[in-house]
Each structure stands twice: as structure tokens, then as C-alpha cells.
């Protein structure tokens, strides 16, 4: 952290404790020092993209380190492995103990707390995603276990989990797609005891989004490329080090590049949204970012940007369908436990049949996202059954949020219960793109 940085933080450290003050109503000044917070807040994160590490390679590969395909078969079962479900359970708890009741807290605040980030990479998540030669834990590609992580995450949730997994959609393109020279410069830094902050940035802010229809623009330019552009809802932006960004190439189409957050150019302005506020989203915009020539990830290949697309929608169904079973884990015994004319309400047909419902979509958003999953990880074409798992886990997410907030009636209105924000959380699932890869 340099001056400017500290002196910053001590800046925002004391307006929050004078506006904390109860002699600061007395006297008429709140207005001012919510002003001046505000003011403080903003220009930190539009500088905050100056900041970061100094990416080196550590050593040199002769090749990519790439994890293999698994085995293919014919045979449709999702039953996941001893290993799988040990980490899905650790996980999970993890969710459970620590995601869950920190979750309102985060949400109000629009930023995940350091110490549950720090737990996070002390579980091991992020090296899951990195090859053994780099530090890493992986030698075969797992998009079903990256799912079952993510799921059980999101069933704390989905927030968090967002802020938590965010620095694996750059680790997993990296491992995915980068050359020897982009791994051994930046995976190892994700394998160490503090791996950088990082996301994948695809989504643009407009309606009717096509991340195939990039208005960001890479043009050649020396030997390198310019990026111009802005894109929006950056999951953990303004603490970003490293980002993955999505952009038209001149004369190519859509690609992807490897940009260091302090590359001049880059500035970032907060851009809280109606749902995983905790994942602290901001905006970045990019104007002339000069890159060198080895910024491009996947050499402009086509497939390369499809499979990301694809892979990063599954990311979003893994979440929606951890935070639709948490909505289910509420509203079952919330339905036997509320009385209504001298019995529970889940003897009500209405009520009972309702949350069957919830229970048979969940099962269907969870098989269609593994099925994806699992072919993904056998190296089938698997663009199909990603786009079915998206279409039944955005439309069918989004119910089961507004149903958890129905069978609570007014209950799942007010922040007392955790279904209004679960609601808020899934509407994500159909509205953004990238963030995570699995």
C-alpha cells in the first residue's frame, strides 16, 4: 500500500467515526459528512485501479500446463466421488458457519469482510483450479467439482460466495487457455497464501446485453492492443489486481485479455446492484489501455470465447441452485412450524403442493448444470446443455425466489428472514454474465 492509499484509508476511518457522532445530528452537520463519506468512498474506488502487485514469472514452462479431460462414458451418472462430496460437505459447513450469518451485514455494506475472504483461500478453493506444476492441486479438469463448491458456497450465500470464488474465473481461464508465459507470470501468485484479487469481466452496461455483441473495442496497435470500453457489474472491481476482460478485436471478433488493474487508463466507480451486493460490484472503464502483445488469452480463437461464455453460465447456475436449496431449507420447516386456524400451514394443499415445486425444479437446475459440467470435463461439446441448464436455472431460479417469499407471506418481505435477499440474489442468474468459470 503506498501513501496515497494509506493516507486515504486513515481519511474514510475518521469521517466514519465523525459520523458516528451523536453530536454531529445535534449540530446539523449529517447531510455534510455523508457528503464528504460518499465523496471519499468514490474517488478511492476510481483510483483504486492504480493500485495492485507486480506479476513476475518465477519460472519458465517449455508448454501450457493443462489439466487432462477425464475418461469419457456413455453412462449418465452424477453421482459425485468420495473426494467430491468431502469437499462439498467442508465446504458447505464452511457456508453455513461462517457465509450465512455474515450475509446481512455484507449486503447492507455492499463488500464481503476481509477475514472471510482469507478463510476462503485458507480452505484450499482457489489452488483447486491451478495445475500441480504451478502450485496447484489439479490433474484432471473438474467443472463438476468447481459446481458442487460453488453450489454449496451459494447455499451460505450467493453474495459471498460471488466475492469469494471471483479470483477463480481468472485462475481457471488462465489454466484453461493462457500460454507458459501467462501461467508461470500469474498462477503462481494464485497458488501463494494471498492470491490476488481478480475477476472476469464480460457483461456491458446495456440492455439486452449479448456478450457475442461487445461494444468494448481492441484495436492493434505497436505490437500490442488498445482497449476503449466500460464494462459493468465487476464483481470485487475496486479491489481488483488482475482482470480478465472480454473485448471486440479488430478484424477477429470477441476475445479475451489478460490486463493488470494498474495499467493506466483503468478506473473504477462502485455500481451496487438489487442483488449479491456483498460481492462489492463496480464499474470499469477502460480508455486507451495500452496492452502488450501477450495480453491475449486463447490467441482470438473463437472456441476459446464461446467455451468461456458457456462455462461462466454454469457458474451462475451453480449459484442459483446453492441459494434456491437454501430457500427450500427455510420454507420447510417455516410451513410446519406456522400455525394458521389451529394447524400448520403445509397442510394446506397450496402451501404443500408449493413447495414440492420448489423441490422438483431444484432438481432439475441441479442435474442439468452437472450434466453441462460433466460433459465439459470429458471434453464434449457441451454449449447445448449449458444453454438448458441457464434457461431452466435463470426462470426457474427466480421463481423459487419469489415462492420462498410468498410462504413466508410477510415475513419474506422484511430483512428479519433471509428470503428477500435470496429472491434479490437470484434474479442474478438471468442478467449477468461472466464473473466465474468453472
Partial sequence: MDVSQAALGLSLKALNRFAGLELVDRLGLREPAVRALRGASKQGF?????????????????????????????????????????????????????????????????SAPVELLEQTTELGVVSMSIPEELGGVVSERSAVTSVLIAEALARGDMGLALACLAPIGVSTALTLWGDEDQQARYLPEFAGESPPAAALALLEPRALFDPFRLETRARPAGGGYVLEGVKSLVPRAADAELLVIGAELEGSGPALFVVESKTAGISIEPEPAMGVRAAATGRVHLEGVELGGDALLGGADAEVYTDCVALARLGWCALAVGTARAVLDLVIPYVNEREAFGEPISHRQAVAFNVADIGIELEGMRLTTLRAASRADQGRSFAREAAIARQLCARKGMKIGSDGVGLLGGHGYVKEYPVERWYRDLRAASLMEGALLV
Fill in 46 to 110: 476510481r483510483t483504486a485501479g492504480a493500485a495492485g502487485r507486480t506479476f513476475a514469472a518465477a519460472q519458465r514452462l517449455g508448454r501450457p500446463a493443462r489439466p487432462a479431460t477425464g475418461p469419457r462414458t456413455d453412462q449418465f451418472d452424477l453421482t459425485p466421488t468420495d473426494e467430491q462430496q468431502m469437499m462439498s460437505e467442508a465446504v458447505g459447513e464452511f457456508g453455513q458457519e461462517r457465509l450465512l450469518p455474515a450475509a446481512r451485514a455484507a449486503d447492507e455494506a455492499c
